[in-house]
């Protein structure tokens, strides 16, 4: 087996070429015009590390370089690649630097696992095998969400999860910025405030919680909130990586922190205590109080003004204690609300219960799917399929997980029940189909190492559902391949579950001392 065998996600086309491998050697340089310049940067750093070769980045060709072009007539979509490597040099071409930056990863992979991490090992020849390779995303948006809420990640946290991310081609961040237990991105006091709401305590109260469960996660270093500069910060660096950053207001329920901060939104006028509960449902906002929407339109309005992506998540999951006709009349403002500020609104699938605007992104998590599909053919909304029995990164990979949740039926769930589905399902086709989301809810997480534990390999699987056609999967070879990939996991310190089923050719950073590995206790009290 060749690294051309072991790629993921499985490109569209890959062919072995006759003749001679390509040998990155010492005086390579890499050839790259101008637009592609911060792309090459990123390669050029990479190969640095391992290899110690000077690398320089020029704008001429000569024979045993890596040449990247941007080519405007290269029509397989914005974030296509082809590569070709044979004896005289590789050759990366795509229409975007997006297409580049996936070609990139690919190329990656190419190289020796040594080339992973800072300790290049025995390693001195850095061959690539003959090939060609031809390949473009089967979905635009292959993400991840990270619930900062129930635990906080810093910057650098969220800065390393994106890292580790991106090589395999997962280009959106979704962030869960508030919830009942905190609320995570700074709201300015603005200059017209009729109601005078006191929206710097939303993070200075409502900033300070976190979950607490018991045995494991103690809420001490899981506080925390991301000031508009920060939130700018961890948006520059994702686009620096082809990864769109989706912020979350979770509304109408899942509101206990913003409560806690701003006592207009209760009717009594009373600030609600904060709490450090991992139960879910049990707050909400207020149809009948002009606050309400006073709180809405600021808010989402200021986190609008500072996000680069077009989309803006308003939540719109669990508000089990709002009565259905508050909801519909509370969700059917808020959808207009974010709608007036420029973004694409998305929600989870409950806010299919109102009239979406064109275009609105449906997350697809749980239950009834008629009103999905409907929407999706009726007015042209968009799915982001989430089902949490195919994608749920918090949930347990067995009973005797450390951490992880196991509320979803039909769980605890491993790499092979997130790779083997078809996000093209109850009647959607693609076109439909925005891409695909595996969400990672915090309530049990304490660090990042946790977050990976649970994220990899089974993000893996995401990645490729998301990527790669129907056509091209297969769950063996998937298998055999992420064997392989966990040496490169491992030279990069990130953890993962040594599945029982995968051969692995290397071991995991177990990321748990022992006194911390008793599993917290079972909760929750939802059913997907
Ligand atoms: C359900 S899934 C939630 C989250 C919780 C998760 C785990 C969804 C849209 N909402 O609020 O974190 O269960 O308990």
Redesign the pocket.
């Known amino acids: 087996m060749n690294t051309t065998d072991n790629l993921i996600p499985r490109p569209s086309h890959v062919a072995l070429l006759d003749g001679p491998a390509f040998t990155l050697t010492s005086t390579a340089r890499i050839t790259a015009d101008h637009s592609a310049g911060p792309v090459a940067e990123q390669l050029a750093s990479l190969l640095r590390r391992a290899t110690g070769f000077e690398l320089p980045i020029v704008r001429e060709t000569h024979p045993g370089d890596i040449t990247l072009e941007l080519e405007e007539t290269f029509d397989d979509g914005p974030e296509a690649y082809a590569l070709t490597a044979t004896e005289s040099g590789v050759r990366l071409t795509a229409f975007t630097a997006a297409g580049l930056f996936n070609g990139i990863q690919t190329l990656r992979q190419l190289l020796p696992a040594a080339l992973e991490g800072t300790d290049p090992g025995a390693e001195s020849t850095w061959v690539i095998p003959p090939v060609e390779i031809a390949d473009a995303p089967r979905f635009a948006y292959r993400g991840l969400m990270l619930?900062v809420a129930?635990s906080f990640f810093t910057v650098e946290q969220v800065k390393e999860q994106i890292d580790v991310m991106t090589q395999f081609k997962l280009n959106a961040l979704h962030l869960h910025l508030t919830?009942d237990q905190a609320w995570r991105i700074e709201i300015h006091e603005p200059e017209h405030n009729p109601s005078g709401l006191p929206y710097a305590d939303l993070t200075a109260v409502g900033g300070q919680g976190a979950v607490e469960v018991p045995t494991a996660v103690p809420v001490r270093g899981r506080e925390g909130f991301y000031t508009q500069q920060d939130f700018r910060d961890v948006q520059a660096y994702a686009a620096s990586k082809n990864v769109l950053i989706v912020p979350e207001i979770d509304l109408p329920g899942?509101v206990n922190a913003a409560l806690a901060a701003i006592p207009q939104l209760s009717p009594d006028g009373q600030a609600k205590p904060m709490s450090t509960t991992?139960e879910?449902g049990w707050s909400t906002l207020t149809a009948d109080l002009p606050a309400t929407y006073e709180f809405v339109r600021e808010v989402l309005g200021q986190l609008a003004a500072i996000t680069v992506g077009p989309y803006l998540h308003i939540g719109g999951?669990?508000a089990k204690v709002t009565e259905h006709d508050d909801y519909v009349a509370m969700v059917q403002q808020f959808v207009r609300i974010g709608a007036e500020t420029g973004k694409t609104v998305v929600g989870?699938n409950e806010f299919a219960a109102v009239e979406l605007p064109e275009g609105a992104v449906i997350q697809y998590?749980?239950g009834d799917f008629e009103p999905v599909a409907r929407q999706a053919e009726d007015h042209a909304a968009k799915v982001l399929m989430s089902p949490?029995d195919k994608t749920y990164l918090?949930q347990k990979y067995a009973p005797d997980s450390p951490v992880g949740?196991e509320?979803v039926e039909g769980g605890p769930f491993d790499w092979a029940d997130y790779y083997n589905w078809d996000p093209a399902q109850g009647g959607l086709k693609d076109q439909h189909i925005l891409g695909v989301e595996g969400?990672l809810?915090s309530?049990t997480v304490r660090d990042n190492q946790q977050a990976q534990w649970l994220l990899y390999p089974r993000s893996v699987s995401l990645a490729e559902v998301a990527w790669s056609g129907q056509e091209v999967r297969n769950a063996g070879d998937f298998r055999r391949r992420l064997g392989a990939l966990c040496e490169r996991l491992a030279r990069q310190g990130v953890a993962f579950q040594e599945a029982p089923d995968v051969e692995w050719s290397a071991t995991s950073l177990w990321p748990f001392p022992e006194a911390e590995t008793s599993s917290p206790p079972k909760y929750?009290t939802?059913e997907a």
Do not use: K, S, T
Request: net charge negative.
């Open positions: 619930d129930r919830d899942h991992a879910v999951d669990e989870w998590w749980h949490a918090d949740l509320w969400a809810w309530e929750g939802i």
